[in-house]
């Protein structure tokens, strides 16, 4: 069975990116796979910021997890800097070849649709240094294409939704195509 990973690189409580983190892990847990999410919330701490996270019981968690998977979606609001610089730092920790063989998903929410280039300012350098080599064209939500309904639910628009699904379907298509290589 294929392990896929998540990291949620929100720093808020009630994080549109974390939402729709946890979305595509149902997605993908319904097609049969196995996922451990982890957050970057959980690592702000004076380790993160004095530098220490390595030692810490909760990076080894996610090092060890992030070493046995077989696929990497990450999410991440860029809403704020310090929000992408808190993903920056928390990646930064990890050996240089740790997404080497793994596919990757980036999931990203922002304000409008001019952000959209940000995926590759900010994210796609961090991943290709940690040796990403599958990195799938990433998902990219502004504010204008999501809403919360009365109950506080996240609520897509026709465009995203579908930009979504086809986002799920292609890693979940790419994970098959991997477990086959394998298997033949």
């Known amino acids: 069975m294929s392990q896929v990973v998540a990291i949620a690189g929100s720093i808020a409580t009630n994080s549109k990116s974390t939402e729709?983190?946890?979305?595509?892990?149902?997605?993908?847990?319904a097609s049969g796979f196995s996922t451990k999410i982890f957050s970057v919330r959980e690592m702000l701490s004076n380790n993160l910021i004095e530098g220490a996270a390595k030692d810490?019981?909760?990076?080894?968690?996610?090092?060890?997890?992030?070493?046995c998977a077989d696929a990497v979606i990450i999410a991440i609001p860029f809403y704020k800097a310090v929000n992408?610089?808190?993903?920056?730092?928390?990646?930064e920790f990890?050996?240089?070849?740790?997404?080497?063989?793994?596919?990757?998903?980036?999931?990203?929410?922002?304000?409008?649709?001019?952000?959209?280039?940000?995926?590759?300012k900010v994210l796609q350098p961090v991943l290709l240094a940690l040796g990403a080599t599958h990195v799938l064209s990433g998902l990219y939500v502004s504010d204008e294409q999501v809403?919360?309904?009365?109950y506080g639910q996240l609520l897509l628009d026709k465009n995203a939704q579908l930009k979504f699904e086809e986002?799920?379907?292609?890693?979940?298509?790419?994970?098959?195509?991997?477990?086959?290589?394998?298997?033949?």
């Open 94 to 120: 990890f050996p240089q070849k740790a997404l080497a063989g793994k596919i990757v998903l980036a999931i990203t929410t922002g304000v409008s649709q001019s952000q959209l280039l940000s995926i590759d």
């Open 56 to 67: 810490s019981l909760y990076f080894k968690q996610v090092a060890e997890q992030l070493s």
């Open 84 to 91: 992408s610089q808190a993903l920056k730092a928390f990646l």
């Open 147 to 150: 809403v919360r309904d009365r």
């Open 167 to 184: 986002k799920i379907t292609e890693l979940e298509g790419k994970l098959v195509q991997q477990l086959d290589r394998i298997a033949g």
């Open 20 to 29: 729709l983190l946890k979305l595509a892990l149902w997605h993908v847990e």
